[in-house]
């Protein structure tokens, strides 16, 4: 039988398009044939991932740092759209380079110097999706429980094992597969979240939004970092892994445009929802730091309960999605010498063991521990994104894309300047963070005092400055000391008759 035509195959494999076939590209460069697509369709992936109803929460987690309902609204939506921002600036390097984020990330940290970066992102992506396929499972058991079902340990097993299924077979059959269910998935979850919002309005006291009380600067500079940290820093170490399957000649305003407004749409109008809410019932606002889906599902009436349950693990799933596609490309990246799919199986173990952790032995509230996680993390990566994007803006040209795989060639083996500025950041950074109610980030805050921002108990203590901090070490630092650097990378000879590796 004749092969079908490369423009009707699945990207990455030999099944055709009307197929799902287990993507058989890895940390390699897309190669030119397989480039297509237009910047619009990268809004699938990003809304998708993106409409959890856990942004709902993010009402009553930006409220618990103090501050009015207007205050909180506005450092949301700065922080969403700014960091979104950020994801759809890396998602350049996609179009430029074809390879996944952390392999593009060689050019600045060398090939043997970016598995430090490597290895943070695949902790924080394996993270992330324990986080939502953990979520997933207690929703589902909670609303079983509101229902008067069976919400108790054997729902939670069978939620775990359902959810976990689709992330993981997602995960192992590639883009293709993830780019379609994510259509589904934003049909889906944008309807009912719709309808959601509208069965919630009655709930809303304007009279109560109106009266909170405003906080300090400090306060909303706190919450605005920690809704970067929740979103576009949380996805900025794979922004690039879902434009490079386009073609180099794709609209650069066009990636970051969409990128931008897929990631932040449904997250600015559920923060927006999710405030309103946790403005009007303090009973509620705390109950949602404690189980934020099973809380919120607890002001709808009966009815709308199972298709409560559909949107909030489809949501979920959406994100844990890309979560394991991305943790497997960066597990390559840091040099696991294994097939991508693999590598997506791996990480499905690592991220069911880590979702029976969660669900079944820990303790304490969710929303400390997530918080602890998330700037804890947010530090260093904010700080290779600073260095990552200052590395872009400096290239004049595509990727040498030999060179990304060969530490002999233009980009090196481990370059000095991007890790010294990735361990400054970092150490800056952690010194100007608390997460006190976290015991095992006690340590964390060693600078407030010495630099007379009040100390870990002092007004700036839960600003989370660190994570802005660490951002303008990597940026501006690269952006001063690294253009000789980038300017003779770029005039460099390539390496006659070499080709670019594939792994």
């Known amino acids: 039988m004749a092969h079908q035509p490369v423009a009707d195959q699945v990207p990455g494999s030999t099944a055709p398009a009307g197929r799902v076939a287990v993507e058989t590209n890895g940390i390699n460069v897309i ?62 390097a996609g179009k430029r ?15 043997h110097g970016n598995r430090v970066p490597a290895v943070l992102s695949w902790v924080l992506t394996v993270g992330w999706e324990t986080v939502l396929v953990s979520l997933a499972t207690l929703a589902t058991a909670t609303v079983f429980g509101q229902l008067g079902w069976s919400g108790g340990t054997a729902t939670q097993v069978v939620a775990l094992l359902v959810v976990a299924a689709l992330v993981v077979a997602g995960g192992v059959l590639g883009f293709d597969a993830i780019m379609r269910m994510q259509r589904w998935i934003t049909v889906v979850s944008g309807v009912l979240t719709v309808v959601y919002v ?10 109560a939004v109106t009266a909170t009380p405003g906080g300090t600067t ?97 949501g979920l799933v959406g994100g844990a999605l890309l979560d394991i596609y991305s943790s497997g490309l960066s597990l390559l990246a840091a040099g696991v010498r ?15 063991l880590g979702a029976i952790w969660v ?19 947010g530090v260093p990566i904010a700080a290779w994104c600073g260095v990552f994007l200052g590395d872009l803006a400096l290239r004049r040209r595509d990727y040498a894309e030999a060179d990304l795989y060969d530490a002999r ?7 000095a300047v991007p890790l010294v500025l990735l361990a400054v950041g970092t150490v800056l950074g952690w010194g100007l963070v608390t ?37 303008a070490v990597g940026l501006l630092g690269t952006l001063a000391l690294r253009r000789p650097a980038v300017r003779a990378q770029e005039a460099a000879p390539a390496v006659p008759g070499r080709p670019p590796v594939v792994r």
């Open 198 to 207: 509208v069965l919630v309005a009655g709930e809303v006291d304007w009279s």
């Open 338 to 352: 294994v097939p991508r799919p693999v590598a997506a199986g791996i990480d499905g173990t690592l991220m069911v």
């Open 31 to 92: 190669a030119e044939d397989e480039r297509r697509g237009s910047p619009r369709q990268l809004f699938w992936p990003w809304f998708g991932a993106n409409v959890s109803v856990l942004g709902l929460a993010y009402g009553s987690f930006l409220l618990g740092f103090g501050i009015s309902a207007a205050q909180a609204l506005v450092a949301g939506v700065v922080g969403i759209v700014v960091s979104f921002l950020l994801c759809g600036l890396v998602a350049i």
């Open 218 to 314: 400090a306060a909303v500079v706190g919450a605005l970092v920690l809704a970067m940290t929740g979103y576009g820093f949380g996805w900025v170490n794979a922004a690039a892994d879902y434009s490079r399957y386009l073609p180099r000649t794709a609209s650069t305003r066009g990636v970051v445009g969409w990128t931008t407004f897929g990631g932040a749409l449904a997250p600015v109008v559920l923060l927006g929802t999710g405030l309103l809410l946790a403005a009007s019932d303090a009973e509620l606002s705390a109950a949602i730091g404690a189980d934020p889906v099973g809380a919120l599902g607890s002001i709808l009436p009966t009815w709308f309960l199972v298709p409560f349950v559909v949107v909030a693990v489809l």
């Open 359 to 377: 669900v079944f032995l820990a303790t304490g509230g969710f929303f400390v521990q997530f918080q602890g996680f998330l700037i804890t993390l």
């Open 409 to 415: 060639g233009r980009y090196g083996a481990v370059p």
């Open 97 to 111: 380079g074809s390879a996944p984020t952390l392999v593009l990330s060689r050019a600045a940290f060398g090939v």
């Open 435 to 471: 997460n006190g109610l976290a015991g095992w980030l006690d340590w964390q805050g060693y600078l407030l005092g010495p630099l007379g921002l009040g100390g870990r108990e002092g007004a700036w203590a839960f600003a989370n400055l660190g994570v802005l901090v660490a951002f």
